[in-house]
């Protein structure tokens, strides 16, 4: 019985240990529970830059909540969704995207068809990249 026990015990450890290095809590923490605003489209594979419009503070900005939700806001309408996170590949999906596409206005459709393919991120002190294509990402500052 002592034997199942410790075999048992030592399994969930290793477990443990080996779900634990999928995130690395504090880069998980600085993105979690902090406003971040669109700020430009970036497209290197066309070698272009695109402040989103409409120009607003109402507008383009995400928050990934602290239990894998995210909630925001588009060119004219609220979202939510979840999202899955691996610091050690900075991969990223965001799944069940959801809120009405209803009155978007200018690059609304377009911003809400690319949170919905993000692939991974690059995150620091004061900016987000969310890369929808190998090369194409939408920068995202904290507000």
Request: hydrophobic fraction near 35%; aromatic fraction near 14%; proline fraction near 1%.
């Amino acid at each position: 019985m002592k034997k199942i026990l410790l075999k048992t015990t030592a399994i969930l450890l290793l477990l443990a240990g080996v779900i634990s290095c999928g995130e690395d809590k504090d880069e998980v923490n600085s993105l979690k529970g902090t406003k971040w605003k669109l700020i430009e489209f970036v497209k290197v594979s066309e070698g272009t830059t695109k402040i989103p419009e409409p120009q607003s503070d109402q507008c383009y900005w995400i928050i990934f909540d602290s239990n894998t939700t995210l909630s925001g806001y588009s060119s004219n309408n609220g979202l939510f969704g979840y999202y899955q996170i691996n610091t050690q590949t900075s991969t990223m999906r965001i799944n069940s995207l959801s809120g009405t596409k209803r009155g978007e206005l200018f690059d609304g459709y377009f911003y809400l068809d690319c949170l919905s393919i993000v692939n991974y991120f690059e995150l620091t002190e004061t900016s987000l990249k969310l890369y929808y294509s190998e090369t194409d990402y939408l920068l995202f500052k904290i507000i």
